[in-house]
């Protein structure tokens, strides 16, 4: 039975991650989450939910050795969900997870667009660089520790969303405005995974050791072009949309001069022109292998998104 310990449980991912865990009807037999006091002060009602659940809340600095690892004590599978920005945070807590004798398996945050999709490529694209180092650390240092790479393709929901005024030529999907904006020609096809589906593949991965270990494994919901995902939207919208395109090379242009002005934004062109061009797409998904292939569809996804943009838009 697996005793998890989370890291990054209340972030974007990690509360899906969570969840999941949370709801579970098997294989886990404990689980806690390892998060700051400044964590614990800020979301004080998901924590006190958490811990209605029976979660275990241990406070401490993700930078201590000493609080990590006792932490680390009552476990044997650590599952991390830490941002883009504290990526690299993961190879300190592999190397003390290394030295423990309890801890066998790691899940590093590797949710999102695969960064190894590529041997030409992937290594030289600037998002990629910092789980990059992880991927070395783990492959060069880590002897004892079992490891899982959960490779889900971009998030739907943030994907179908609305983009900031200043951003939205790197695609949008405008429900009150009735208007999108795709990349390339429309056609191209994509494969997403929706937030709620994050977390059932993560535990899927985690209940399945065997087929799981040491493995990239490559997982999603559903693949869907851009002229796809807007025929659903304007389907359930009942409305035709007002469309426009951001077509490749104009998008190459937009995330090349993104990087020369360093704009926080550069990420999220680079991203989406990897997406674009099939930076996602796999002759056979892994959903099969961990028994994970009741995922959500297209259509569920675009209701969830419109409701979304409609409450958030009273």
């Known amino acids: 039975m697996a005793k998890v310990l989370i890291f990054g449980a209340t972030g974007v991912a990690g509360k899906h991650i969570t969840h999941a865990l949370?709801?579970?009807?098997?294989?886990?037999?404990?689980?806690?989450?390892?998060?700051?006091q400044n964590t614990v002060d800020t979301k004080a009602d998901f924590i006190q939910k958490l811990k209605s659940k029976d979660v275990s809340i241990h406070v401490g600095d993700v930078t201590n050795e000493q609080d990590v690892l006792a932490a680390y004590k009552n476990y044997n599978?650590?599952?991390?969900?830490?941002?883009?920005n504290a990526i690299l945070s993961q190879i300190d807590l592999l190397r003390w997870a290394e030295k423990t004798s309890n801890i066998k398996r790691f899940f590093p945050s590797e949710y999102g667009t695969d960064i190894e999709y590529s041997p030409e490529t992937s290594p030289h694209e600037?998002?990629?660089?910092?789980?990059?180092?992880?991927?070395?650390?783990?492959?060069?240092?880590?002897?004892r520790l079992e490891h899982t790479y959960v490779v889900t393709g971009p998030y739907a929901e943030m994907a179908f969303g609305r983009m900031p005024p200043a951003i939205e030529v790197a695609g949008t999907f405008d429900v009150q405005g009735k208007r999108?904006?795709?990349?390339?020609?429309?056609d191209?096809?994509?494969?997403?995974?929706?937030?709620?589906?994050?977390?059932?593949?993560?535990?899927?991965?985690?209940?399945?050791?065997?087929?799981?270990?040491?493995?990239?494994?490559?997982?999603?919901?559903f693949t869907a072009s851009g002229k796809e995902v807007l025929a659903e939207f304007e389907k359930q919208t009942g409305e035709k949309w007002n469309v426009k395109f951001t077509p490749?090379?104009?998008?190459?242009?937009?995330?090349?001069?993104?990087?020369?002005?360093?704009?926080?934004?550069?990420?999220?062109?680079?991203?989406?022109?990897?997406?674009?061009?099939?930076?996602?797409l796999y002759k056979e998904r892994d959903n099969e292998l961990i028994d994970a292939e009741d995922t959500e569809?297209?259509?569920?996804?675009?209701?969830?998104?419109?409701?979304?943009?409609?409450?958030?838009?009273?």
């Open 126 to 143: 600037k998002p990629h660089q910092l789980k990059l180092k992880v991927r070395a650390f783990i492959k060069e240092h880590i002897k």
């Open 180 to 186: 999108a904006i795709l990349l390339g020609t429309g």
């Open 77 to 84: 599978t650590i599952v991390n969900a830490a941002g883009r």
């Open 22 to 36: 949370v709801h579970s009807k098997e294989g886990i037999a404990q689980l806690g989450i390892f998060t700051s």
């Open 248 to 280: 490749m090379n104009e998008l190459k242009r937009l995330e090349k001069e993104a990087w020369e002005k360093e704009s926080p934004m550069a990420t999220v062109y680079t991203l989406r022109r990897i997406w674009t061009e099939g930076g996602t």
């Open 188 to 221: 191209e096809p994509v494969s997403y995974t929706s937030m709620p589906d994050l977390g059932n593949l993560v535990v899927a991965a985690l209940l399945h050791s065997e087929e799981a270990r040491n493995k990239a494994l490559k997982v999603n919901s």
């Open 297 to 314: 569809t297209l259509a569920t996804v675009v209701a969830r998104v419109i409701s979304t943009q409609t409450k958030a838009a009273m």
